[in-house]
């Protein structure tokens, strides 16, 4: 028994010791933050899902829910990226520029409350430091560029939907107090001056080289810094008109003094002129419509493009929770035949936005619709700016990678003696004498001694069904890949690259800063070089010069009860025409405070019906309102999202949006 | 032995099926709160329109920072609830075409019902107010009165409201009337349109809108001001019968 005892003492001796071995090893399978933050590879690594995360609004951009497209956690907590429906709430939708299922109320929609993602790169910001001697000087800092960098990418998400926000530049430590870690809104100016902070750094240290455009190089901290600032500075001026008062306003969490808009725009218009100066230019050629629609599809490093989202091929046999692929080319073309396959149009250009350049009148200046020989002549004319046609498809138009020759129409009429404005009326029912109109695309039917005649073109209009053909007579043309081999024409096939950045948004930016501060400051030479920017960007569109004002008058006051001269709104139509359909309009008319105004009651946006007059066999078109009588609205209390109700119950420290 | 078995599984079942049931001893929403807006300047209730405006009420009986809830207020002016937890309440006009008022603070809302009546000031009176038909042609016409015109917010528009009921109002009416065709865009501050005596405006207001024959409609008219909810004063309802053809 005692032998027993001894043995069972050893054994438990030689258990315990053996426990003593030091078992806090460093495991093997997994990346530490010297693996990480010390070599070239492993910041690559980190930076993936924070670059797959930026809330950049390409083409899987959807404005509402949580099909936003740039890996959101969504309410079930996975990453949903590459929605294909994404094109359905698109947000060229709910700026008049297009119309589609997402031309619905926009109130509450647009949340985004990203600490996570912040959390992430600060790790990284008050990490490397741990490794600098891992790094030489200069790619030291390359990196903390790119770093900070990303982390104004997703503070100025926040603060234009929110105002000020808690700025959060520390790892929190889970274990402090919760007092400590509620962190209360830094008001509107010091958010936007904290990006600027984080942007100036990136500006003055991140990589010189401007022909790398796929990570965060110097200038797009710049194209950042001019997109973030010419927000502020708006804000700035702006918000005061909004009427909106409250607790939040009144702590300065929401709005700045319009004495502060000066500096922001001056901010903005540094940026630009650093972008400029380093030999950014205009993409050109003999063929500008070619040349235009070559911007959004061939690689322009170093010469317009500043920062681009790569896209490729679908890898996966899964189509989700990537966002490296879109479906936008199946999304914007109507279907047929080496054309879209699976969905199709599922967004429609306005006439609200293709007025706004430069085209044939289609009603003569007594009043009635043009009459045209055939609907080529709308398009295939002089008449019309480079840039239209490069934007857009007409009904006559020929998609360039089926050769199908586009074909739209509504309706015919007999005889036609009515005034445009009698035939458009502000409803979508509109039924006029002599006119026959069909459902449903390619429809023929026999008229008396017509004998058989098309009623609607084979690519549209549609009236029951808003997607497939058109249903305003206008298809999107830009970013449409004219490379694509067609069988990507499907849902997931497109790989067109997203250009986040380009030169011809910085000179719009630049314009505007330039212009606004000419109105601050008196300096005429900064109006000047607004008025050569966009001269620049007229002329590589092919538009005709414009000759601005030299007293211009205020036309805001009447529209927006608040002073706003011709020039500056000319300035901004002219953005409006550059940058359609690139998710700029929505958040242009939220920056100008005036979305309120122009989606005031209930808005109907505007068609390019063509219609054909038998009796004088020619063509003409109608501004009808849109076919599916969607309507839109905007409430003013939607410049500032409502800070979402979970934080405040997590943290009783952040004050509510005034009008929530 | 199976017999004790047996009993015991027995009680532990009867114990456990007890167990499970609760008493929910909390009292139901029967609480109850009613009472008016009141037109300081004229001592009459607010004229609204149903469902558009609101008091916020934040229940401060066990939190110090509750989440608000709003009760409608009627077109009439008047509002009532009888679905709320007895407790104490804040309470608050919020969102209608008044001057910021104050909260009114602790006011205790039981199930024999509480009467709370709130007195604001409206921002302006629609007056003078008139819909005279013209065959199918319906002329509306009004006046804007301020009861206070320092740091009034700059007025809006000025539009017609047309209903198919007796409820009518920014929220409640014919879609085919809310277009920019059937309202003055006014956009101006009080010191452009008011009068030398600096109370009443100097033009009226004049919309036209078309009208069925035989149809009856609700019509009143309303100015929107640029504060922060974008609200409504409104005019009285006026009922427009137009005869047959």
């Known amino acids: 028994m005692k032998a027993y005892k001894y043995i069972l003492v050893a054994a438990a001796l030689v258990v315990g010791a053996s426990a003593c071995n030091n078992l806090d090893l460093e495991p093997k399978g997994m990346l530490d933050d010297g693996t990480l933050f010390s070599s070239e590879f492993g910041v690559r690594k980190y930076l993936a899902g924070l670059y797959n995360d930026l809330p950049i609004e390409d083409f899987c951009y959807k404005y509402a829910s949580d099909e936003k497209g740039y890996g959101t956690m969504n309410a079930a907590g996975y990453h949903v990226g590459n929605v294909w429906q994404a094109l359905k709430g698109y947000g060229p939708t709910i700026a008049c520029e297009t119309t589609g299922r997402g031309n619905e109320d926009t109130a509450g929609q647009w949340g985004y409350w990203n600490y996570d993602r912040i959390r992430e790169i600060n790790v990284m910001i008050e990490k490397l430091p741990l490794y600098k001697d891992a790094w030489d000087e200069g790619r030291y800092n390359e990196i903390m560029a790119e770093a900070r960098f990303i982390r104004a990418y997703y503070y100025f998400a926040m603060a234009k939907r929110y105002g000020g926000v808690p700025i959060i530049d520390k790892v929190q430590d889970p274990t402090l107090p919760l007092e400590e870690l509620q962190v209360e809104r830094a008001t509107e100016y010091d958010t936007w001056k904290f990006i600027y902070a984080d942007l100036k750094f990136a500006m003055e240290n991140g990589v010189s080289d401007k022909t790398a455009v796929t990570r965060a190089n110097r200038y797009s901290a710049a194209a950042l810094m001019a997109k973030a600032m010419l927000w502020a500075g708006s804000v700035a001026k702006y918000n005061q008109y909004t009427g909106i008062t409250g607790p939040a306003t009144d702590a300065g969490l929401m709005g700045m003094d319009p004495s502060d808009a000066k500096e922001f725009f001056q901010y903005a218009y540094d940026a630009c002129k650093m972008i400029g100066d380093a030999g950014f230019s205009l993409h050109k050629g003999a063929d500008k419509e070619k040349a235009y629609t070559e911007i959004f599809i061939e690689n322009l490093a170093g010469e317009e493009d500043i920062f681009v989202k790569t896209f490729g091929t679908h890898t996966t046999t899964v189509p989700w929770n990537s966002t490296l692929y879109s479906s936008y080319d199946d999304m914007v073309l109507p279907k047929g035949t080496n054309m879209a396959q699976n969905v199709g149009a599922a967004i429609h250009a306005t006439w609200d936005l293709v007025s706004l350049y430069e085209t044939p009148a289609i009603v003569d200046a007594a009043g009635y619709p043009v009459r045209f020989n055939s609907y080529d002549d709308f398009w295939n004319t002089d008449e019309m700016e480079p840039r239209c046609r490069a934007n857009f498809f007409f009904s006559g138009m020929t998609e360039p990678v089926s050769g199908t020759k586009l074909d739209i129409q509504q309706g015919v009429f007999t005889t036609l003696s009515a005034k445009a404005e009698d035939l458009t009326p502000e409803d979508n029912n509109f039924i006029a004498e002599n006119c026959i109109k069909e459902q449903d695309p390619g429809k023929t039917q026999t008229v008396g001694a017509y004998g058989e005649v098309k009623i609607t073109g084979a690519n549209g209009i549609k009236r029951n069904g808003d997607e497939g053909y058109s249903t305003t007579g206008i298809f999107v043309r830009k970013y449409m890949n004219y490379n694509a081999d067609p069988a990507t024409r499907v849902l997931h096939g497109s790989t067109q690259n997203w250009k986040v950045f380009r030169y011809g948004e910085i000179l719009m930016d630049r314009a505007e800063a330039a212009y606004e501060l000419y109105l601050e400051t008196g300096n005429t030479a900064l109006r000047d070089d607004a008025f050569d920017c966009v001269a620049q960007i007229r002329d590589r569109a092919g538009a005709h010069a414009h000759t601005f004002a030299a007293s211009p008058a205020d036309i805001g006051t009447a529209k927006y009860g608040f002073p706003l001269d011709e020039n500056l709104q000319y300035i901004r139509d002219e953005r409006k025409r550059e940058l359609c359909i690139e998710n700029q309009g929505e958040w242009d008319q939220r920056r100008w405070r005036i979305a309120h105004i122009l989606l005031e009651a209930n808005y109907w946006p505007r068609t390019l019906m063509p219609y054909k007059v038998l009796s004088e066999d020619k063509y003409i078109f109608l501004n009808e309102v849109e076919v599916y009588g969607r309507r839109l609205t905007f409430d003013k209390r939607n410049y500032y999202e409502a800070i979402p109700g979970d934080q405040i119950n997590k943290n009783p420290k952040l004050v509510r949006n005034d009008g929530y | ?245």
């Open chain 2, 1 to 245: 032995m199976k017999k004790i078995i047996y009993t015991i599984l027995g009680a532990a079942l009867l114990i456990g099926a007890a167990s499970c049931m609760k008493i929910d001893n909390f009292a139901g929403p029967e609480a109850q709160v009613s009472g008016k807006i009141i037109d300081k300047t004229t001592g009459e209730p607010m004229l609204l329109d149903h469902g558009v405006n609101h008091i916020r009420i934040w229940e401060v009986s066990y939190s110090l920072d509750p989440t608000p809830q709003d009760l409608a207020i009627k077109e009439d002016g008047t509002y009532q609830n009888t679905k709320l937890f007895s407790g104490t309440y804040n309470m608050l006009p919020r969102d209608g075409a008044w001057w910021p008022c104050d909260t009114t603070y602790n006011v205790a809302i039981g199930k024999k019902g509480t009467v709370q009546d709130f007195e604001v000031t409206p921002y302006l009176h629609v007056i003078d107010f008139s819909a005279d038909l013209s065959g199918t042609d319906l002329t509306m016409t009004c006046k804007l009165q301020a009861p206070v015109t320092d740091n009034l917010p700059q007025i809006t528009q000025v539009r017609a409201f047309v209903n198919n009921n007796m409820h009518c109002g920014p929220g409640n009416q014919m879609n085919y009337y809310n277009t920019d065709a059937y309202r003055v865009n006014v956009r101006k501050m009080w010191n452009a349109i008011g009068d030398a005596d600096g109370n009443q405006t100097v033009d009226p207001y004049v919309v036209t809108v078309p009208v069925k024959p035989g149809y009856t409609y609700w019509v009143r008219m309303g100015v929107q001001l640029n504060d922060t909810f974008n609200s409504w004063n409104l005019s009285k309802v006026i009922k427009v019968e137009v005869p047959s053809e």
